[in-house]
Antibody, heavy 115, light 113 residues
Framework: QVQLVQSGAEVKKPGASVRLSCKAS????????LHWVRQAPGQRLEWMGW????????KYSQKFQGRVTITRDKSASTAYMELSSLKSEDTAVYFC????????WGQGTLVTISS | QSVLTQPPSASGTPGQRVTISCSGG????????VYWFQQFPGMAPKLLIY???QRPSGVPDRFSGSKSGTSASLAISGLRPEDEADYFC??????????????FGGGTKVTVL
């Protein structure tokens, strides 16, 4: 079955960067775009961007442009999301999402920004 | 408008029908597919409806989606206690100003009375 397994929780200081991973299994990794979506406490889901694992093409939300970088390692069926210049408002659960129609979600990674 | 608006809450008794609205604009709901997700506390969202009114396998037919113009709706018929959750709508927005963005509604908490 399709699984997206994300890396563990992170605690970072303001101004730092964080890199999260998302390992896919149960399907051909290059078939679907892989998205990153976050959910801050009490806030709506926010789309950050996606990567097409086949060719590495990316598209980012304007809100995060310049601060987010999404990459992938095809040999490891893993996607990565790096967010830089972290602020307290970046405290959130970050999800990777794949499949046609956003059908597959990772379990989420809690990122806490605290001085 | 490049925002998806949902009512914050909805409720019903077991067996009733509950409808959740999702209001968008010409650059998102009106021209692109709408998706609905169900989320329980502490869990990842789950796809409930895709492409306006299609159900993934395993989703009960008590859940149905529809769209008209700049609005979409999710209906839950025969409400059950296990349907108590948050529900989000989503659609791609391709307004020139945003450069393309997946939008999510603010979520509607469904309470089974």
């Amino acid at each position: 079955q399709v699984q997206l397994v994300q890396s563990g929780a992170e605690v970072k200081k303001p101004g730092a960067s964080v890199r999260l991973s998302c390992k896919a299994s149960g399907y051909t990794f290059t078939t679907y775009a892989l998205h990153w979506v976050r959910q801050a406490p009490g806030q709506r889901l926010e789309w950050m961007g996606w990567i097409h694992p086949g060719n590495g093409v990316t598209k980012y939300s304007q809100k995060f442009q310049g601060r987010v970088t999404i990459t992938r390692d095809k040999s490891a069926s893993t996607a990565y999301m790096e967010l830089s210049s972290l602020k307290s408002e970046d405290t959130a659960v970050y999800f990777c999402v794949s499949g046609d129609d956003l059908g597959y979600w990772g379990q989420g990674t809690l990122v806490t920004i605290s001085s | 408008q490049s925002v998806l608006t949902q009512p914050p809450s909805a409720s019903g008794t077991p067996g009733q029908r509950v409808t959740i609205s999702c209001s968008g604009g010409s650059s998102n709901v009106a021209k692109n597919f709408v998706y609905w997700f169900q989320q329980f506390p502490g869990m990842a969202p789950k796809l409930l409806i895709y492409k306006n009114n299609q159900r993934p396998s395993g989703v009960p037919d008590r859940f149905s989606g529809s769209k008209s113009g700049t609005s979409a709706s999710l209906a839950i018929s025969g409400l059950r206690p296990e349907d108590e959750a948050d529900y989000f709508c989503s659609a791609w927005d391709d307004s020139l100003s945003a450069g393309g963005d997946w939008l999510f509604g603010g979520g509607t908490k469904v309470t089974v009375l």
